[in-house]
Every structure is written in structure tokens, then in C-alpha cells.
């Protein structure tokens, strides 16, 4: 019987191996690179467009600047903070998972938007700030990953 250090060389051999072996069968097309890399580079695209224009709007011209200049800072802040953590976010959940979670926070944001404006509900536009500095971390992150991908660092 062999040593675990052992067992951990050739188990690693065995894999190598198995990698190198040829498919048999085509890819599908949505499993194919490109179709992935489309998808990624198209929500990458217009996710900090639509961002934008909610956040230029600032409710419609109803909320006050303080509350916007407030909900932006909030906003940044999170983002910062939350990307210090998102690695870990995407090790435990996926690619898939933190793509997911990166689109979260969109809808509460403009959620926030339209309640203000109708409602006059400060509270909300603050909330959702909150949710989406915290949410967009995972798109953030994903961007990141494959960047880095692309380049092989």
C-alpha cells in the first residue's frame, strides 16, 4: 500500500491522461466557447449601460440630489468591499451562480427608482443601493476571471 503522497502523484497522472483524450462527439452550441463568451460579453455590455441610465435618471428628476449622492456612495462603497469577497462567492457557488447573483440587485434597483417617485419612499432608494453594491460584485468578478482566462495569466 502506498503513501498518501503517492497515491496523490498517481492520481494526478490519471487525470492528465484522461484530458488529453479526444471527444468523439461534437459540441453542442450552447455549450461551445463562443456561444459562452457571446452570452458573457453581452450581459458585460449592457449591464453597466442599463446601470447608468436608472441611475442618470435619479428617479425621474423626483429624488432629491443628497438621496441620489447618497445611494451612489453607498453603491461604490459596497461594490468595494463586496469584491473583496466575491472570490470566494464564485468558488463556493460557480461561474453560473455569481453570474446569477450579479443580476440580482438590478431589479430592486429600479424597484427603488419607481417607488420614490410614486411613493416618496427614501428608505428604498438606500436599500437598493445596498443590494446592487453588493450584488454587482459578482459581475465584477466574473469579468475579471475571464479577462484573465483570455490573456492565460
Excluded at 35 to 61: K, R
Excluded at 85 to 91: A, E, G, K, Q, Y
Excluded at 106 to 124: K, M
Aim: proline letters at 3%; aromatic letters at 12%; charged letters at 15%.
Amino acid at each position: 500500500m502506498g503513501t498518501p503522497l503517492e497515491s496523490r502523484e498517481s492520481d494526478s497522472h490519471v487525470r492528465d491522461d484522461a484530458q488529453l483524450e479526444d471527444r468523439s462527439h461534437p459540441t453542442k452550441w450552447y455549450r461551445s466557447t463562443f456561444y459562452n463568451i457571446t452570452i458573457l460579453g453581452l450581459c458585460n455590455f449592457a449591464a453597466p449601460g442599463i446601470w447608468g441610465a436608472m441611475n442618470s435618471l435619479g428617479a425621474g428628476g423626483a429624488a432629491s440630489p443628497h438621496l441620489i449622492n447618497s445611494a451612489n456612495a453607498l453603491t461604490f462603497c459596497l461594490m468595494i468591499l463586496g469584491c473583496l469577497f466575491s472570490s470566494v462567492l464564485v468558488r463556493y457557488i460557480g461561474i453560473k451562480g455569481a453570474l446569477l447573483f450579479g443580476t440580482l440587485g438590478y431589479a430592486p434597483y429600479a424597484a427603488g427608482l419607481y417607488t420614490n417617485n410614486r411613493f416618496r419612499t427614501e428608505w428604498f432608494v438606500l436599500f437598493r443601493a445596498a443590494l446592487c453594491g453588493i450584488s454587482a460584485c459578482g459581475i465584477l468578478n466574473i469579468r475579471l476571471i475571464f479577462r484573465c482566462r483570455a490573456r492565460n495569466i
